[in-house]
Each structure stands twice: as structure tokens, then as C-alpha cells.
């Protein structure tokens, strides 16, 4: 079991596309922090609130132990964390506790761009190369399509190239990136955007108000921003 805490820690990523918005948007609740020696943490000084600095893929696993209360992540890397807790036969124990309308971007299936695409069983029996098996596997199955997922955690896009795949499904938001690999988005299996993620039961120790008053600012600072 995790040790007490007084202090809500939130995860956000320490680099990358999500960690330079999740501090604006914390900065704009009115938050202040100094940083770690090791940059791992910015320690807050207006609230009893920290941030730790991590990967993203890392973040639903660190609320999940208990090391974070709530973090700042793309709904791609969460809705992936609670399939594959479900495959493990292990409850969904992270939600959505907001939708912060940033980071947006679509997990598309693409094929190759002289293709023509004629529906989802056209995938039947091909590799497709992805980050997200889960997430991919749900929606196979959902069109009742036997398609084998190959597990890539970089440069998707250029499976196909490489003879590792047949097709891809990966995030995609100019799209400039498939359309550089002669690739085309046929179809959208999730949409993405940055979220709040947090633990469906309640926090202890008092943290759970913290996360209130956070939450309160946090709506107050989405607002102002319509
Ligand atoms: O180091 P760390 O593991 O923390 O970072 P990372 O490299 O895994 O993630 P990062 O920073 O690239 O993305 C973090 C989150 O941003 C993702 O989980 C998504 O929720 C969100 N996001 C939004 C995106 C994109 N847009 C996006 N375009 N994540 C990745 N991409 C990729 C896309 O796959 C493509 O390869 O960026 C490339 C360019 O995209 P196009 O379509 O504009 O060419
Ligand atoms: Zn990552």
C-alpha cells in the first residue's frame, strides 16, 4: 500500500507534446512550484499540490499504484491502460475526470494510399502495426474482424515500408506524417484530447479535497478560456 500523503501528487508528462500545456494550465489555477534537484518533481507552494514529471505511457500505471492521485494524460493512453486491466480480469479503476479540449488527435487505421478502402473487413487476416493492441484489438472485434496486431512502441508509420505490416493504427492529427510514408487515414477507431485522469474511488487522507478545490480552479480556468 502506498504511504500516506497530505499532498495531491499529479502526474504530467515531463516532456513531449502534453507537458508544456499541463503546466500552463495547473500555472493558470494558481499554482507556483519549485523545482527538484533531479527535475523529477516541481514541489507547489500556493497549494499542497506536486507534480511528478514523467513519461506519458507511465502515468495511468503511477495512479493506478497509488504513487500519483490524478494525472494529466491523452484519453489514448488511458482508455489502452483500462482495456488492458480488463484483459487481465482486473476492474477498471481510472476515469475521466475531465476533458481539457487540447491535445487532440484521432487513433486512425491507415492504409496504403493507392489502396481503396472498402470497409473494415478488408483488414481480415493482415498485420496491422500499432502503440495500441488493446485499443485496436476492442474495435476488431467490434466488426468482427480477425486481424493480428503487431506491437511497435515508435515509428509506426513506417512498418509497412519495412515489411513488419500490412497497415497501420496510429495517432494521427495533420496527418502529414502518414501521407510522408504514403499512407492514408481510412477510418477513426478513437478520438483523442487531453484529460484528467483519476481513480474512481475516493482519495484519502484529505487529498480528496484538495483534488476538489483543484478541480474547482481548474473548471474556473476552462471557463475563462471559451
Ligand atoms: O516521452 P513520452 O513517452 O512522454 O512521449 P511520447 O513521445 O510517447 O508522446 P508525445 O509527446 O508524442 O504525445 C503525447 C500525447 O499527445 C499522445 O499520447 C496523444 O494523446 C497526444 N497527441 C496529439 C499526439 C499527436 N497529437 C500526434 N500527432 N501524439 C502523437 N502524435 C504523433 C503521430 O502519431 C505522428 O507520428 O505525431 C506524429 C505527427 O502527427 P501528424 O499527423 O501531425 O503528422
Ligand atoms: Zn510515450
Same mark, same amino acid.
Given at each position: ?7 495531491? @501528487? ?6 513531449? #507534446? /502534453?507537458?508544456?500545456?499541463? #503546466? ?9 512550484? #519549485?523545482?527538484?534537484? !533531479? ?10 499540490? !506536486? +507534480?511528478?514529471?514523467?513519461? !506519458? ?11 500519483? =492521485?490524478?494525472?494529466?494524460?491523452? #484519453?489514448?493512453?488511458?482508455? *489502452? ?8 480480469? @482486473?476492474?477498471? =479503476?481510472?476515469?475521466?475526470? &475531465? ?24 483488414? *481480415?487476416? +493482415? @498485420? ?9 484489438? &476492442? ?6 474482424? !480477425? ?13 509497412? &515500408? /519495412? ?15 502518414? @501521407? ?22 475516493? /482519495? ?11 478541480? &474547482? ?10
Amino acid at each position: 500500500p502506498a504511504q500516506p500523503r497530505e499532498r495531491l @501528487r499529479v502526474a504530467i508528462q515531463k516532456s513531449g #507534446r /502534453l507537458g508544456e500545456p499541463a #503546466r500552463e494550465l495547473l500555472a493558470s489555477c494558481g499554482l507556483t512550484w #519549485r523545482e527538484s534537484r !533531479d527535475k523529477l518533481f516541481l514541489y507547489g507552494e500556493s497549494l499542497p499540490v !506536486d +507534480l511528478l514529471l514523467v513519461r !506519458d505511457d507511465d502515468i495511468p500505471g503511477l495512479i493506478a499504484d497509488g504513487v500519483c =492521485d490524478v494525472g494529466i494524460v491523452g #484519453r489514448n493512453v488511458l482508455v *489502452e491502460h483500462g482495456l488492458e486491466r480488463e484483459a487481465q480480469g @482486473r476492474p477498471a =479503476d481510472l476515469t475521466e475526470w &475531465r476533458q481539457l479540449g487540447w491535445g487532440t488527435c484521432r487513433l486512425d487505421v491507415a492504409i496504403d494510399d493507392a489502396e481503396e478502402w472498402t470497409g473494415p473487413q478488408q483488414l *481480415e487476416g +493482415l @498485420r496491422i502495426a500499432t502503440s495500441y493492441p488493446r485499443t485496436l484489438g &476492442r474495435w476488431l472485434q467490434e466488426h468482427s474482424v !480477425d486481424a493480428e496486431p503487431v506491437v511497435l512502441n515508435g515509428s509506426v508509420e513506417i512498418a509497412p &515500408r /519495412l515489411g513488419q505490416a500490412d497497415v497501420v493504427c496510429d495517432l494521427v492529427s495533420t496527418g502529414g506524417t502518414l @501521407r510522408a510514408n504514403q499512407l492514408k487515414p481510412v477510418t477513426t477507431i478513437l478520438h483523442s484530447e487531453a484529460v484528467i485522469a483519476g481513480p474512481s474511488a475516493t /482519495l484519502d487522507d484529505g487529498r480528496q479535497e484538495i483534488a476538489d478545490l483543484l478541480m &474547482r480552479r481548474l473548471d474556473g480556468a476552462l471557463q475563462l478560456k471559451e
